[in-house]
Every structure is written in structure tokens, then in C-alpha cells.
């Protein structure tokens, strides 16, 4: 049965009405963008420091470390190597003796130390003989690297502060070796110039981290004297 023209023209404007009510209630689009998990929450992608602010930080961590350092040198060469003279008729221990030693000083030392003095040596090698190179050692480098733009220079002054720490570490057993086991003029004088370095390295280490510290501080204050309007 074919339909009247009034039928023809009105399903047409049913549809598009139907039409029109689907887009009327189709939600808006939401804007572009990550969207948050239930239970999760958008990572904070600024921070809100200045880096002053952040080099700030890293000098917090500067200070507290130097500050460990310091007290490490004072107990480890000032006081307990210090007291270990008293274990052995008042001989200088073989980490003191900045120009070196001989054989014959290891002799005397061997027969005043007994079992528990070596053993006590020892142990202080072990500890804050340990924790003193290496915490110098990080200290100079987050020095270096806070203050010091450039990589090369960066790489070239981290070597001091390194060689510092693996030269003290390994003369350490060497010291306890000589004092335990066999012992002969080679291994003392390998011994021996092992303890030089290592003192040499300390100042060397120590230079590098004051020179950098006052470098960046004249620069600094340079920059904000040319900022200042004063230069």
C-alpha cells in the first residue's frame, strides 16, 4: 500500500527531531588531556623552586656533610691514633708519619704491640679509618659538582678527591699487615710511600674543595655586583 504524500514529508522531519534530541543529550566532549585513575592523583610536574633555591638545598646537604668529615679527621687521627701510642711505648702510628717509615720503626713496633693492640688498630682501619677517606671524598665531589659547570673540568677535579679515598683505603690493610704478618723492607716501603701519597692526596683533596668553593664565591658575588648596576 503506498503511503500519502503528508506521510512522506513527515517522516523525514521525525527523524531529524530524533536527531536533534540525540545531540541535545549527548554530553560535551572533555578537554584533551591525561585522565586521573580512581585513587590517583595527577603527578605535580613544577616543583615551584628557583634554582638558587635548589643549590641552596644541595649546600644544606654540603655543610652537614663537610661537617662529618671534619669530626671524622679530628676522632680518627687526633684522638684514637693518639691514644694508640699508649699501647705502644708512645711510637707514632704508621698513618701519623706524614715524611714515612722504615723498617726498623715497624720492628719497635711490632714488639710493643701485642695481640689486642693490632687487633684494635685494626678495627679502627676498619671503621673510621674507612668512613673518614670516603666521606671527604663525596663531600669534594658534590662540591665539585654543585659549583663546577663544566663537564671536562668537572671529570678533571673529581679524579683528586678519588685517588684520595682508593690510595687511603688500600694503604690501611697494608699498615695491618705489616704489623700481623711477614714482614720485609719491600713491604714496608711500598707501605710507607702508600702513607705518603695518601697524606699528600689529603691536602691535594682538600685544596680542590676550598679552591672551588671560592672560586664559585667570587663569581657570584660578581655576577650580582654586574646585576646590581654597580660594575
Known sequence: MSKKPAQRRKKPRNRQSTSSRGTATRPASTPAGPVPRPGS?????????????AQGNGNLILWAGLGAAVLLFWYYHLVVLH????????LAM???????????????????????????????HKTAGTLFPLFLSLVTMLTIALHVPR???????WAVPLVFAIVDLWD???IDGLLSGPVDAASVATASALTV??????????ATGLGVVIT????????????AGLS
Open 197 to 206: 701519597a695518601s697524606w699528600y692526596l689529603l691536602f691535594a683533596t682538600v
Open 216 to 227: 664559585a664565591f667570587v663569581r657570584t658575588f660578581r655576577r650580582k655586583w654586574s646585576e
Open 172 to 174: 690501611n690493610p697494608l
Open 83 to 90: 691514644q694508640m701510642q699508649d699501647l705502644a711505648g708512645g
Open 94 to 124: 704508621p698513618d701519623q708519619m706524614i715524611g714515612g717509615y722504615r723498617l726498623p720503626h715497624i720492628e719497635q713496633l711490632r714488639s710493643h704491640m701485642d695481640a689486642d693492640a693490632r687487633g684494635q688498630l685494626s678495627y679502627v
Open 151 to 157: 663537564r671536562g673540568l668537572r671529570w678533571a677535579l
Open 41 to 53: 592523583a595527577l603527578a605535580n610536574t613544577t616543583t615551584g623552586r628557583t634554582p638558587e633555591q
